[in-house]
């Protein structure tokens, strides 16, 4: 009973301590997680097939041949890699022993990656100076802190750094770390979208417009959320005319990308990604099938389920957005165009292309966990200082009831 009785003292200890400097301690934890992130992303990245290609396509400059950009891409993967990672990505599945033995197949798949063109032109620049491997891990490591940073700073501005362990295990649980380590252009993106939405948020449209093209430009995908949240804020009349600009601007470089690069198209894609890994994609031209595209969706729900974090943790933010509107919280009107942004995105892109992993969702998941938890905190100090027994509201109810 001593024991038991020390450990629940010593907890209550640790709780009092930290509501006496939450924000200190907040922020602290906060600096300490993400550049633990950071160092182990830059230290100890994971070996990712999808590197391979990023680097090939950063490496292509339209005049070596295929052959010398296969070797070149995956001589700088053998060198920043552990020979039984190397063994995993080159001999674990017929699919990877095709790309590493036949240079034309590989050349056939960077038509995926060579749409990321913001992000494939930073590690074809970084590699003037340094190996283009380490140029992936320093993106990875430099994108982990900004967005951390960026983060920071919102919880800062909102009041909300005595929530830091809650922030973290947010997104800890949406795959925050993993994609920090992954070497894919990810949570580059998701920096974007986080910059954007906190801009907005702030009333620094010009801003917001600006991260947002920036976003498409790393992940051309991110359209979806540009257009879903122009239509939000003009729902709201809120920053209305930099979201159409920025959707605009979004729309013409989706077209740029898309026409100019070698992707082979959306179906392609989504077979290539859900049904077959083809080894090459030479003469690949599989017709739509509705019932391919419904068993896709079943099976990538049904991973989503049983392998990622995402599902769950939207279904646990609608809980909370819904348990705010009941209680008719007080929102800020680009809070709830914020809101319905994230919650559309989310829905229209697994509608049009359903991908089960965590990494494709995080930027989203961390907006509507921001502001939803922003909301949530303010509106509970608002009723905490109404129930006050000195708040001017209490008081003036009791000089009322005296005179009556």
């Known amino acids: 009973m001593a024991l038991s009785a020390w450990i629940e003292a010593t907890i209550a200890w640790l709780y009092r301590t930290w509501n006496a400097h939450a924000g200190l301690l907040g922020a602290l934890l906060m600096v300490g997680y993400f550049a633990a992130v950071a160092a182990v992303a830059w230290a100890y990245p994971l070996a990712n097939w999808d590197i391979v290609a990023y680097v090939a396509a950063a490496l292509n400059d339209g005049v070596r041949s295929a052959a010398e950009v296969h070797g070149l891409a995956w001589r700088a993967v053998e060198e920043r890699v552990s020979a039984g990672d190397f063994l995993v990505l080159t001999a674990d599945r017929p699919y990877r022993i095709r790309q590493y033995a036949d240079p034309q197949a590989f050349a056939t798949m960077l038509g995926f990656y060579e749409t990321k063109i913001a992000y ?38 909102r009041g909300l750094l005595g929530h830091a362990p809650l922030i973290l295990a947010f997104l800890a649980a949406a795959g925050f770390s993993e994609m920090a380590r992954s070497g894919i252009p990810d949570l580059f993106a998701a920096l974007f979208i986080l910059l954007a939405v906190w801009s907005y948020l702030r009333g620094q449209d010009v801003l917001t417009a600006a991260a947002l093209v920036a976003a498409v430009a790393v992940r051309p995908d991110h359209v979806a959320f540009v257009g879903v949240f122009a239509c939000a804020a003009l729902l709201k009349r809120q920053g209305a005319v930099a979201a159409l600009a920025a959707l605009a601007a979004s729309a013409a470089a989706y077209l740029l990308i898309m026409r100019g690069s070698e992707h082979p198209g959306w179906w392609v894609q989504m077979w290539f990604t859900h049904i077959e890994y083809v080894p090459t994609l030479e003469g690949f031209s599989p017709e739509f099938s509705l019932a391919a595209y419904g068993l896709i969706v079943v099976r990538a ?44 995105t989310i829905l229209a892109k697994f509608a049009a292309f359903p991908l089960f992993e965590s990494r494709f969702h995080l930027a989203y998941l961390t907006v509507i966990g921001m502001t939803l938890l922003a909301v949530a905190v303010r509106n509970a100090a608002t009723v905490h200082q109404a129930a006050a027994p000195d708040h001017p509201a209490i008081a003036r109810k009791r000089q009322n009831k005296l005179a009556v």
């Open 120 to 157: 494939v032109a930073v590690i074809g620049w970084l590699s003037h100076w340094m190996q283009a491997v380490d140029a992936v891990r320093l993106i990875s490591a430099a994108s982990a802190v900004a967005f951390g940073t960026t983060v920071l700073f919102w919880a800062r501005s």
């Open 301 to 344: 729900l049904v991973r989503a389920l049983v392998e990622e974090n995402w599902l769950l943790l939207l279904l646990l933010l609608a809980a909370g957005y819904g348990r705010l509107l009941a209680r008719d919280a007080f929102m800020e009107e680009r809070e709830r165009a914020v809101l319905l942004a994230g919650f559309g």
